[in-house]
Protein backbone atom coordinates (compact mmCIF):
# COMPACT_ATOMS: atom_id res chain seq x y z
CA UNK A 1 0.00 0.00 0.00
CA UNK A 2 2.78 2.72 0.72
CA UNK A 3 4.46 1.74 -3.01
CA UNK A 4 0.76 2.66 -4.13
CA UNK A 5 0.36 5.70 -2.32
CA UNK A 6 3.83 6.69 -3.27
CA UNK A 7 3.41 6.29 -7.00
CA UNK A 8 -0.31 8.02 -7.11
CA UNK A 9 -0.27 11.01 -4.21
CA UNK A 10 3.95 11.35 -4.50
CA UNK A 11 6.34 11.91 -1.12
CA UNK A 12 4.05 13.99 0.94
CA UNK A 13 0.77 12.22 1.30
CA UNK A 14 -1.92 13.44 4.15
CA UNK A 15 -2.93 9.74 4.82
CA UNK A 16 -6.10 8.79 6.95
CA UNK A 17 -5.67 5.18 8.44
CA UNK A 18 -9.16 3.42 9.55
CA UNK A 19 -9.26 1.19 12.06
CA UNK A 20 -5.90 2.18 12.48
CA UNK A 21 -5.51 -0.51 16.14
CA UNK A 22 -1.59 0.04 16.84
CA UNK A 23 -0.77 2.28 14.29
CA UNK A 24 1.40 -0.32 12.37
CA UNK A 25 0.13 1.00 8.66
CA UNK A 26 0.85 4.11 9.63
CA UNK A 27 3.88 3.44 11.24
CA UNK A 28 5.28 1.93 7.73
CA UNK A 29 4.01 4.79 5.78
CA UNK A 30 5.59 7.50 8.17
CA UNK A 31 8.88 5.49 8.02
CA UNK A 32 9.29 5.22 4.29
CA UNK A 33 7.96 8.54 3.55
CA UNK A 34 9.38 11.01 5.52
CA UNK A 35 7.56 13.87 4.81
CA UNK A 36 3.85 12.33 4.75
CA UNK A 37 1.36 12.48 7.75
CA UNK A 38 -1.00 10.62 9.41
CA UNK A 39 -4.86 10.49 10.86
CA UNK A 40 -4.90 7.36 12.47
CA UNK A 41 -9.24 6.13 13.82
CA UNK A 42 -10.06 3.61 16.11
CA UNK A 43 -12.73 3.01 18.72
CA UNK A 44 -10.76 -0.15 21.11
CA UNK A 45 -9.14 2.30 23.67
CA UNK A 46 -6.77 -0.40 24.59
CA UNK A 47 -5.14 -0.54 20.91
CA UNK A 48 -4.94 3.45 21.06
CA UNK A 49 -3.71 3.65 24.12
CA UNK A 50 -0.61 1.15 22.94
CA UNK A 51 -0.38 2.63 19.53
CA UNK A 52 -0.48 6.74 20.79
CA UNK A 53 2.04 5.23 23.74
CA UNK A 54 4.29 2.83 21.32
CA UNK A 55 4.28 4.83 18.46
CA UNK A 56 3.76 8.10 19.71
CA UNK A 57 3.30 11.87 17.52
CA UNK A 58 6.20 11.30 15.22
CA UNK A 59 7.06 14.74 15.84
CA UNK A 60 3.34 16.00 15.09
CA UNK A 61 3.08 13.56 12.09
CA UNK A 62 0.65 11.28 13.61
CA UNK A 63 -2.66 12.17 15.30
CA UNK A 64 -4.57 9.30 16.83
CA UNK A 65 -8.78 9.94 16.58
CA UNK A 66 -11.29 7.82 18.82
CA UNK A 67 -14.43 7.53 16.87
CA UNK A 68 -16.32 4.65 15.81
CA UNK A 69 -16.80 4.31 12.11
CA UNK A 70 -20.60 2.48 12.95
CA UNK A 71 -20.88 6.00 13.67
CA UNK A 72 -22.57 8.16 11.17
CA UNK A 73 -20.97 11.35 13.04
CA UNK A 74 -17.18 9.62 13.12
CA UNK A 75 -15.97 12.15 10.60
CA UNK A 76 -16.59 15.30 12.90
CA UNK A 77 -13.40 14.14 15.03
CA UNK A 78 -11.42 14.14 12.39
CA UNK A 79 -9.00 17.33 12.07
CA UNK A 80 -10.00 19.51 9.07
CA UNK A 81 -9.14 19.33 5.30
CA UNK A 82 -8.85 16.99 2.81
CA UNK A 83 -6.50 13.80 2.36
CA UNK A 84 -4.73 12.29 -0.52
CA UNK A 85 -4.51 8.80 0.82
CA UNK A 86 -7.14 6.32 2.70
CA UNK A 87 -6.09 3.05 3.73
CA UNK A 88 -7.10 0.33 5.49
CA UNK A 89 -6.11 -3.09 6.76
CA UNK A 90 -8.29 -5.86 8.29
CA UNK A 91 -10.77 -3.98 9.52
CA UNK A 92 -13.78 -3.19 7.50
CA UNK A 93 -15.07 -7.01 6.99
CA UNK A 94 -16.27 -6.28 10.93
CA UNK A 95 -18.77 -4.30 9.37
CA UNK A 96 -22.16 -5.22 7.39
CA UNK A 97 -22.99 -4.25 3.87
CA UNK A 98 -25.18 -0.98 4.55
CA UNK A 99 -22.42 0.36 7.37
CA UNK A 100 -20.05 -0.21 4.58
CA UNK A 101 -22.35 1.42 1.96
CA UNK A 102 -22.10 5.12 3.95
CA UNK A 103 -18.45 4.40 4.98
CA UNK A 104 -17.58 4.54 1.89
CA UNK A 105 -19.40 7.49 0.87
CA UNK A 106 -18.17 9.05 4.03
CA UNK A 107 -14.39 8.30 2.73
CA UNK A 108 -15.21 9.26 -0.66
CA UNK A 109 -16.09 13.23 1.27
CA UNK A 110 -13.06 13.05 3.14
CA UNK A 111 -10.83 12.52 0.34
CA UNK A 112 -9.48 15.39 -2.32
CA UNK A 113 -10.49 14.40 -6.41
CA UNK A 114 -7.97 11.96 -7.96
CA UNK A 115 -7.21 10.63 -3.99
CA UNK A 116 -7.07 7.08 -3.34
CA UNK A 117 -9.06 4.60 -0.86
CA UNK A 118 -6.59 0.86 -0.45
CA UNK A 119 -8.77 -1.41 1.65
CA UNK A 120 -6.41 -4.23 2.80
CA UNK A 121 -8.53 -7.33 3.65
CA UNK A 122 -9.80 -10.50 3.33
CA UNK A 123 -11.95 -10.08 0.29
CA UNK A 124 -13.71 -13.13 -0.52
CA UNK A 125 -14.37 -15.25 -3.50
CA UNK A 126 -18.12 -14.98 -4.57
CA UNK A 127 -20.81 -17.75 -3.56
CA UNK A 128 -20.68 -19.12 -6.76
CA UNK A 129 -17.11 -20.09 -6.65
CA UNK A 130 -17.39 -23.09 -4.13
CA UNK A 131 -14.33 -25.01 -5.09
CA UNK A 132 -12.03 -21.37 -4.86
CA UNK A 133 -13.78 -20.45 -1.69
CA UNK A 134 -13.54 -24.03 0.14
CA UNK A 135 -9.73 -23.92 -0.87
CA UNK A 136 -8.77 -20.59 0.85
CA UNK A 137 -10.00 -21.27 3.73
CA UNK A 138 -8.10 -24.41 4.19
CA UNK A 139 -5.05 -22.52 3.43
CA UNK A 140 -5.85 -19.75 6.05
CA UNK A 141 -6.66 -22.65 8.39
CA UNK A 142 -2.99 -24.44 7.55
CA UNK A 143 -1.02 -20.89 7.72
CA UNK A 144 -2.84 -19.99 11.30
CA UNK A 145 -2.04 -23.93 12.83
CA UNK A 146 1.64 -24.98 13.67
CA UNK A 147 3.96 -24.74 16.04
CA UNK A 148 4.80 -21.19 17.56
CA UNK A 149 8.15 -19.41 18.10
CA UNK A 150 9.20 -19.67 21.60
CA UNK A 151 7.68 -16.55 23.90
CA UNK A 152 4.54 -15.91 20.99
CA UNK A 153 1.10 -14.98 22.40
CA UNK A 154 -1.79 -16.20 20.59
CA UNK A 155 -4.61 -13.84 20.11
CA UNK A 156 -6.38 -14.92 23.35
CA UNK A 157 -3.22 -15.11 25.39
CA UNK A 158 -2.91 -11.41 24.39
CA UNK A 159 -5.69 -10.02 25.60
CA UNK A 160 -6.02 -12.29 28.86
CA UNK A 161 -2.08 -10.62 29.55
CA UNK A 162 -3.49 -6.91 28.88
CA UNK A 163 -6.61 -7.60 31.13
CA UNK A 164 -3.85 -8.11 33.89
CA UNK A 165 -2.11 -5.31 33.37
CA UNK A 166 -2.52 -2.30 35.91
CA UNK A 167 -1.85 0.36 33.62
CA UNK A 168 -4.75 -0.35 31.35
CA UNK A 169 -7.85 -1.28 34.05
CA UNK A 170 -9.54 2.17 32.66
CA UNK A 171 -8.83 1.22 28.98
CA UNK A 172 -10.21 -2.20 29.84
CA UNK A 173 -12.93 -1.17 31.50
CA UNK A 174 -14.34 1.10 28.66
CA UNK A 175 -14.05 -1.56 26.00
CA UNK A 176 -15.59 -3.55 27.86
CA UNK A 177 -18.63 -1.71 28.04
CA UNK A 178 -17.81 -0.51 24.10
CA UNK A 179 -17.89 -4.47 22.88
CA UNK A 180 -19.80 -6.17 25.09
CA UNK A 181 -20.29 -8.85 22.06
CA UNK A 182 -17.35 -10.46 20.05
CA UNK A 183 -18.07 -9.45 16.34
CA UNK A 184 -16.86 -12.36 14.70
CA UNK A 185 -19.42 -13.81 12.20
CA UNK A 186 -20.53 -10.45 10.92
CA UNK A 187 -22.26 -10.77 7.45
CA UNK A 188 -19.60 -8.64 5.11
CA UNK A 189 -20.08 -8.87 1.28
CA UNK A 190 -17.92 -10.14 -0.69
CA UNK A 191 -15.22 -8.44 -3.02
CA UNK A 192 -17.60 -7.88 -5.92
CA UNK A 193 -19.86 -6.37 -2.94
CA UNK A 194 -16.89 -3.75 -1.80
CA UNK A 195 -16.47 -2.61 -5.49
CA UNK A 196 -20.26 -2.36 -6.16
CA UNK A 197 -20.39 0.44 -2.99
CA UNK A 198 -17.59 1.74 -3.57
CA UNK A 199 -18.01 2.78 -7.40
CA UNK A 200 -21.91 3.24 -5.88
CA UNK A 201 -20.42 6.49 -3.34
CA UNK A 202 -18.69 8.10 -6.27
CA UNK A 203 -15.47 6.19 -6.55
CA UNK A 204 -14.35 6.31 -10.61
CA UNK A 205 -11.91 3.46 -10.14
CA UNK A 206 -11.98 0.21 -8.23
CA UNK A 207 -9.43 -2.65 -8.86
CA UNK A 208 -7.46 -5.14 -6.73
CA UNK A 209 -3.78 -4.24 -6.93
CA UNK A 210 -2.21 -6.82 -5.40
CA UNK A 211 -3.87 -10.41 -4.18
CA UNK A 212 -2.87 -13.73 -2.25
CA UNK A 213 -5.98 -15.40 -2.40
CA UNK A 214 -8.71 -13.76 -0.75
CA UNK A 215 -6.35 -11.77 1.12
CA UNK A 216 -6.64 -8.97 -1.53
CA UNK A 217 -6.22 -4.37 -1.61
CA UNK A 218 -8.60 -3.08 -3.35
CA UNK A 219 -7.97 0.34 -4.60
CA UNK A 220 -10.87 2.87 -5.54
CA UNK A 221 -9.64 6.45 -7.09
CA UNK A 222 -11.90 9.52 -6.56
Given at each position: ??????????RRPRCLD?????????ERILANLPAARCVGVDYDPILLR???TALGSVRGRMTWVDADLR????TRRLPRGKFDAVVSSTALHWLTGAELQRLYRQVAGQLRPGGVFLNADQLRFPESSRTLRAAARARRRRDTVGPRPAGALTWSDWWEAIARDPALVTESALRARRFPHEHHGTPTPDLA???TRMRAAGFREVEVVWADGESRVLAAVR
Open positions: MVDWISTLEGLGCGTGSVSVGASRAWGHA
